[in-house]
């Protein structure tokens, strides 16, 4: 019987010695609150868009002048090992990646003043040590991208968002590193991105160690992991309609719920346009021209 040996919000792990397989399902996790609901074949357009962005930055040269590899192996299910060789249930959600040892800190980087960044911001005028230019107000874009990097919290538990300095402190200048890649990838993914006409306000990125080289891990530029925002349809002031969960987001924030399990029902017309949200930048993010 093929069961996970990790059931995470999203994602269930599978062991493959020396490798493991990472399984993208359809469920909904908001707040760190999983939904009794799923979203149709979000498993499937996040495994399409991750594994997009891992062969593009690939392609970057990023790798070489930034001196990191990526965890991923292979998203054809024809090519893992027994007993998940062609295992028809993995096709399209799932992909064969090398084990490493975690960072265990969320490496995110902000281009524009929204989520977490912003409460921060209005209460300190900075974000996670960064100083910002007073009268800044929500989505308005930074004068350049920050690193902000939060605490890898326990099943349950809420990320933290801490200093550069407190990160340093703890990865000395292994931190300087994983800033330097963080940024640099982001400015890529961006300037692709503006040329469909998206904005990519911010994103989080997660690394490990694998005989001491940095390797890019987890998933990379979903909307998942990232807030994503159409340039059309872009203004200051309140948040932008995006492609990402703050739909969802959105409409639990204004349903009254507190934000602790038990979720709440989600209605038909969130499930289905969070889909076609889901959808449509996945299908902006495929066309790109590298």
Not at 12 to 21: E, G, H, K, R
Request: charged share 25%.
């Amino acid at each position: 019987m093929i069961t996970p040996f990790y059931r995470g919000k999203v994602r269930d792990l599978y062991d493959a010695d020396p490798y493991i397989i990472l399984v993208a399902s359809d469920r909904l996790s908001a707040f760190d609150v999983v939904f009794h609901e799923s979203i149709p074949d979000k498993g499937k357009i996040l495994t399409g868009i991750s594994c997009f962005w891992f062969n593009t930055i690939r392609k970057s040269g990023l790798h070489q002048s930034l001196n990191f590899t990526d965890h991923m192996v292979s998203s054809n299910i024809s090519e893992f090992p027994e007993p998940y060789n062609n295992y028809q249930p993995f096709l399209d959600r799932s992909v064969l990646v090398k084990k490493t040892k975690r960072i265990d800190y969320e490496c995110v980087v902000r281009g524009y003043l929204a989520g977490s960044g912003y409460k921060d911001y209005l209460k300190t005028g900075s974000v996670c040590g960064h100083k910002l230019p007073p009268g800044l107000a929500l989505a308005s874009k930074l004068p350049s991208p920050i690193f902000t990097p939060a605490t890898k919290a326990p099943e349950g538990k809420h990320d933290e968002n801490i200093s550069i300095e407190t990160m340093r402190a703890d990865l000395g200048d292994l931190a300087i590193r994983l800033e330097d890649i963080s940024i640099a990838i982001f400015r890529f993914a961006s300037e692709l991105m503006l040329r469909e006409g998206i904005i990519l306000c911010d994103t989080k990125f997660e690394f490990g160690l694998l005989d001491g080289n940095i390797v890019l891990i987890d998933e990379v530029l979903t909307p998942d992991s990232s807030r994503y925002w159409n340039l059309k349809t872009y203004s200051t002031g309140s948040n932008p309609p995006g492609y990402d969960k703050q739909y969802v987001r959105d409409f639990l924030e204004n349903s009254g719920w507190n934000k602790e399990p038990p979720p709440p029902m989600l209605p038909s017309e969130v499930i289905a346009k969070t889909q076609s949200l889901y959808k449509e930048i996945e299908s902006k993010i495929q066309s790109l021209k590298v």
